[in-house]
């Protein structure tokens, strides 16, 4: 995408919140990656018991998905992950802003040879993206592996923004994006041999999903994953951007793309998709977005789980 004039439009005193967010994180751009990572848990520690609404669903998720751990241990989860999604507000700044040789020296990768062994069964490839923290920074990274590339994203409500996300993500971290509505143009996208990134671990209701398990729990799971792959021929290979703990970096994870999968149960297919999502996250709890109200809609009797 080349890079386009802004509207005039929005530079209305209506969107100067929003122009006050995105001068934040072009100055955060400026930052050493290490001084990043210092301030989210600084600032994690600030705003914690400030954000009551967010970080009790962060809580909530982390209560119900993890009971065997002790109350002393979910709380530091909990906190790890309110960190952890503050640092990728400064990653979506590093990303938006920062250069090619950055993102080459930040990230390293693993499991190359699984997305290598898809994309040679000439079908295209559905990348299976879960929401992680670093899923903006994820893109940058896998720009400089893979030509082409596509991402499918949800458009933002707010014009800026969507302005902003629409050319940077285009100029750093894939060759276009598909609206996630658009299943004709993901669809064409996939058969025409790209590598599709797909993020379907949200809770969009009981339209086009079904009840599938997902750390024990019933979860609405949406069945689009096996559609594509169904109407496309396309193999499922798992991904994540893991930050490393020895402050290096990343690693960009793959794992094995999902065997015999579609079948012709939905059920069994929507266990598959978070099953491995689930084996992903748990190698790095904190870092998964459990701000996300994920088990929002439950099954027909069963009670709201957020409600204080």
Same mark, same amino acid.
């Given at each position: 995408?080349?890079?386009?004039?802004?509207?005039?439009?929005?530079?209305?005193?209506?969107?100067?919140?929003?122009?006050?967010? /995105?001068? @934040?994180?072009?100055? !955060?751009?400026? =930052?050493?990656? #290490?001084?990043?990572?210092?301030? &989210?848990? %600084?600032?994690?520690?600030?705003?914690?018991?400030?954000?009551?609404?967010?970080?009790?669903?962060?809580?909530?998720?982390?209560?119900?998905?993890?009971?065997?751990?002790?109350?002393?241990?979910?709380?530091?989860?909990?906190?790890?992950?309110?960190?952890?999604?503050?640092?990728?507000?400064?990653?979506?700044?590093?990303?938006?802003?920062?250069?090619?040789?950055?993102?080459?020296?930040?990230?390293?990768?693993?499991?190359?040879?699984?997305?290598?062994?898809?994309?040679?069964?000439?079908?295209?490839? /559905?990348? @299976?993206?879960?929401? !992680?923290?670093? =899923?903006?920074? #994820?893109?940058?990274?896998?720009? &400089?592996? %893979?030509?082409?590339?596509?991402?499918?994203?949800?458009?933002?409500?707010?014009?800026?923004?969507?302005?902003?996300?629409?050319?940077?993500?285009?100029?750093?971290?894939?060759?276009?994006?598909?609206?996630?509505?658009?299943?004709?143009?993901?669809?064409?996208?996939?058969?025409?041999?790209?590598?599709?990134?797909?993020?379907?671990?949200?809770?969009?209701?009981?339209?086009?999903?079904?009840?599938?398990?997902?750390?024990?729990?019933?979860?609405?799971?949406?069945?689009?994953?096996?559609?594509?792959?169904?109407?496309?021929?396309?193999?499922?290979?798992?991904?994540?951007?893991?930050?490393?703990?020895?402050? &290096?970096?990343?690693?960009?994870?793959?794992?094995?793309?999902?065997?015999?999968?579609?079948?012709?149960?939905?059920?069994?297919?929507?266990?598959?998709?978070?099953?491995?999502?689930?084996?992903?996250?748990?190698?790095?709890?904190?870092?998964?977005?459990?701000?996300?109200?994920?088990?929002?809609?439950?099954?027909?009797?069963?009670?709201?789980?957020?409600?204080?």
């Amino acid at each position: 995408m080349k890079k386009s004039h802004i509207p005039l439009n929005l530079f209305t005193p209506k969107h100067w919140g929003t122009w006050f967010g /995105i001068f @934040l994180l072009r100055w !955060f751009s400026f =930052l050493p990656h #290490s001084w990043m990572k210092k301030l &989210s848990v %600084i600032l994690g520690k600030a705003f914690y018991n400030l954000v009551k609404k967010r970080t009790h669903i962060i809580e909530t998720n982390i209560n119900l998905c993890f009971p065997e751990k002790t109350p002393e241990e979910k709380q530091e989860l909990s906190h790890k992950a309110f960190n952890s999604a503050i640092m990728a507000i400064f990653e979506t700044a590093l990303t938006w802003w920062g250069s090619k040789k950055q993102f080459r020296r930040l990230h390293k990768v693993k499991g190359m040879e699984h997305l290598t062994n898809a994309s040679a069964k000439g079908k295209g490839v /559905i990348l @299976l993206a879960p929401h !992680f923290t670093t =899923l903006e920074i #994820s893109g940058a990274f896998l720009n &400089s592996h %893979i030509d082409n590339l596509k991402v499918v994203y949800k458009r933002s409500n707010n014009p800026l923004m969507e302005y902003f996300i629409q050319n940077k993500r285009e100029q750093k971290c894939c060759s276009g994006l598909i609206k996630h509505k658009s299943l004709r143009e993901l669809v064409r996208s996939v058969k025409k041999g790209n590598v599709v990134s797909f993020s379907p671990d949200q809770d969009f209701g009981v339209k086009d999903s079904i009840f599938a398990p997902f750390m024990g729990i019933m979860t609405s799971t949406l069945l689009s994953t096996q559609r594509l792959a169904k109407l496309t021929g396309a193999p499922v290979v798992p991904y994540y951007a893991a930050r490393l703990n020895d402050q &290096s970096g990343y690693e960009i994870r793959f794992s094995p793309a999902l065997e015999n999968f579609p079948s012709d149960d939905d059920l069994r297919d929507a266990t598959m998709v978070n099953q491995a999502i689930e084996e992903q996250m748990l190698q790095s709890p904190e870092q998964y977005l459990w701000a996300h109200r994920r088990f929002k809609t439950r099954p027909e009797g069963e009670k709201d789980v957020y409600t204080k």
